[in-house]
Each structure stands twice: as C-alpha cells, then as structure tokens.
C-alpha cells in the first residue's frame, strides 16, 4: 500500500511510502482483536477493591431487640447487611484481573486493527519532525492543518521525538506513543492514525518480533 507523505504544513510531498502488506492489508480476525483488546483493559485495572462483610465490620454483637413478639422479623446483629450501615453481601475482594494471551495472537490483533485503519484511509503519513521546544500550541498548529484539531488522533512517533509528546499531553483528542509500542486498543480507539516518516522501519522490526 502506497501512502504519500505530507509536510506539518499540510502540503504534499514528492515522496510516497509504501507500507508493508504484512503489516497494514492482512486478513483481519475480528476474534484476535476482541481478546488483545479485553487483555489491555483488564491488565489496566488495579484490582484494589475491597468491601466489609460481616465478619470484618466493627460493630456491637448485642442483640438488637427480643426474638418474639414484635410483630417484625428477628434481628441479632447491628452488622447484618439488610440493616443500614451494615457490612456488604457478596461484595468485591482484592484480585488481579490480568490474565496471559499468546504472542502470535496479540501481533495478529495489532496487525488486523491497523489494516482497518488502512482499508478505511485514516492513516496520514508526515514528513520528520523536529520541535526545538515543547509547546501545545505549535502542535495544535499542525493539526489544524490537517483538520484534526478536533479529531481523536493517534500520532506515533520514534524515540527522538520527545518535544513532540509534550507537546501534545495536554491535548484531550490526541495522543503521542512510540511506533514500537503500538498497541491495538491505541489504534482502533482513535479515529486518525499520524505515522512519522522516521517511524516506518519501527513497523518492519514487528513482523520479526
């Protein structure tokens, strides 16, 4: 696949990039996907939570009224979880929620989910880019020319590009990762795709990982 590479002024180049057909037009499998997608969320979870039962709760243990002859039902503890401010039934314990998925399986999720951003052309390729200072307001310059100021917008980047993530981690609808840390959730959430040029043979090093 042949992409032309653009200016950060939004001008078009000379130059065409050819994209890897390993990488951005496989056989995309929707079911790889769903499980590299359910793998990174569940491992962002912290799994911290925790609830008093009865048997953790503070509490008096005196019998809160006689067994008989109140017309209501028996009542033996402060604690029990049908009264107001009693302990939680069944609630949620510390846990980790992270569980393994095959390396074969999360590469072929990555690659399906960039495929689809290829198939439906939301893949901008830009020409390298150096910020001498990190400022915001230079990077929503650049998306401005490209009409993604408002765009949910992946931008990825190689390693030398460091001006360019603090520039843009204060921007709500954009976000800054490296080209070898792509991850499929990454993609498919953001509606545009922005590759740097000098980020290309990062893509190639995924076909051998």
């Keep these: 696949m042949e992409l032309k590479v653009?200016?950060?002024?939004?001008?078009?180049?000379?130059k065409?990039?050819?994209?890897n057909d390993s990488i951005f037009n496989v056989e995309p499998n929707d079911h790889a996907i769903w499980l590299d997608v359910k793998h990174y969320l569940a491992n962002q979870r912290q799994g911290t939570h925790d609830t008093l039962e009865k048997s953790t709760i503070s509490g008096s243990t005196r019998k809160l009224k006689k067994q008989k002859g109140t017309g209501g039902?028996?009542?033996?503890?402060?604690?029990s979880p049908t009264i107001r401010g009693g302990a939680t039934a069944f609630g949620p314990h510390p846990r980790d929620y992270s569980f393994k998925l095959n390396k074969k399986i999360k590469r072929l999720?990555?690659?399906?989910?960039l495929?689809?951003?290829a198939k439906d052309e939301k893949i901008l390729v830009i020409e390298d880019m150096a910020?001498?200072?990190?400022?915001?307001?230079?990077?929503?310059?650049?998306?401005?020319?490209?009409?993604?100021?408002?765009?949910?917008?992946?931008?990825?980047?190689?390693?030398?590009?460091k001006n360019v993530y603090l520039s843009s981690r204060n921007l709500k609808r954009t976000k800054v990762i490296r080209a070898c840390d792509v991850n499929t959730y990454d993609v498919?959430?953001?509606k545009q795709l922005i590759i740097f040029e000098n980020?290309?043979?990062?893509?190639?090093?995924m076909i051998s990982e």
Excluded at 73 to 79: E, N, P
Excluded at 199 to 205: A, H, L, Q, T, V
């Design 109 to 113: 999720a990555r690659f399906s989910a």
């Design 115 to 117: 495929t689809y951003k």
């Design 6 to 14: 653009y200016k950060i002024d939004g001008s078009e180049t000379s």
């Design 73 to 79: 039902a028996r009542a033996g503890s402060i604690k």
């Design 16 to 19: 065409v990039i050819t994209l």
């Design 188 to 190: 498919l959430n953001a």
């Design 199 to 205: 980020s290309i043979p990062e893509f190639e090093k």
């Design 131 to 161: 910020l001498e200072n990190p400022k915001t307001k230079t990077m929503i310059e650049i998306l401005k020319k490209f009409n993604l100021e408002n765009t949910k917008t992946l931008v990825l980047a190689n390693d030398t590009n």
